[in-house]
T-cell receptor
């Protein structure tokens, strides 16, 4: 089974701190994604990456950056955490299928609270 | 206008009934369509994908796609209490000839199946 592992299930940080959220997948997937999920807003795409050292902005990249130095690892960085970044963060990965079957495999999520 | 829209619900149906979940999308270039199920406190999991106009059946689930009207729906026959969850509609966008697409999610519809 595909496994997508996020480093922390719960995280509490202070305003202004630099925060790193780590995600590792074990199925050699090309694509990796970071979403945040907020009540009533669904999943919103922050950044995604389709190859090592490649990144693309999603719909809400402001205040975030990403790093993909190795194929299996995709990191989300909050440069200076703010209270409006309190959210559930979900990492996902997928492979490029012949039918563009973008089935996403999700990690278990990190609930980040910024105080 | 949101790219992918769903009624947030909750949609309440009695056990054994048919649950009908709807989703509309704004980008006519969308090429792939997915339904994810998310239980409370868990990550989303893929239950259906559809790429062509018409119906696609898988067990008790039927996905319907109408590209002209830009809507996709999910029917759940013989609904069970275990189907109670949030159902997320996702639409795949692949700009130009790129394989590096992204999935855009709706806000989700909460389904409650009452015994």
């Amino acid at each position: 089974d595909v496994k997508v592992t996020q480093s922390s299930r719960y995280l509490v940080k202070r305003t202004g701190e630099k925060v790193f959220l780590e995600c590792v997948q074990d199925m050699d997937h090309e694509n990796m994604f970071w979403y945040r999920q907020d009540p009533g807003l669904g999943l919103r795409l922050i950044y995604f990456s389709y190859d090592v050292k490649m990144k693309e902005k999603g719909d809400i990249p402001e205040g975030y950056s990403v790093s993909r130095e190795k194929k299996e690892r995709f990191s989300l960085i909050l440069e200076s955490a703010s209270t409006n970044q309190t959210s559930m963060y979900l990492c996902a990965s997928s492979s490029l299928g012949a039918g563009r079957d973008e089935k996403l495999f999700f990690g278990s999520g990190t609930q980040l609270s910024v105080l | 206008q949101k790219e992918v829209e769903q009624n947030s619900g909750p949609l309440s149906v009695p056990e054994g009934a048919i649950a009908s979940l709807n989703c509309t999308y704004s980008d006519r270039g969308s090429q792939s369509f997915f339904w994810y199920r998310q239980y409370s406190g868990k990550s989303p999991e893929l239950i259906m994908s559809i790429y062509s106009n018409g119906d696609k059946e898988d067990g008790r689930f039927t996905a319907q796609l109408n590209k002209a009207s830009q809507y996709v729906s999910l029917l759940i026959r013989d609904s069970q209490p275990s189907d109670s969850a949030t159902y997320l509609c996702a639409v795949g966008l692949f700009p130009g000839s790129s394989n590096t697409g992204k999935l855009i999610f709706g806000q989700g519809t909460t389904l409650q199946v009452k015994p």
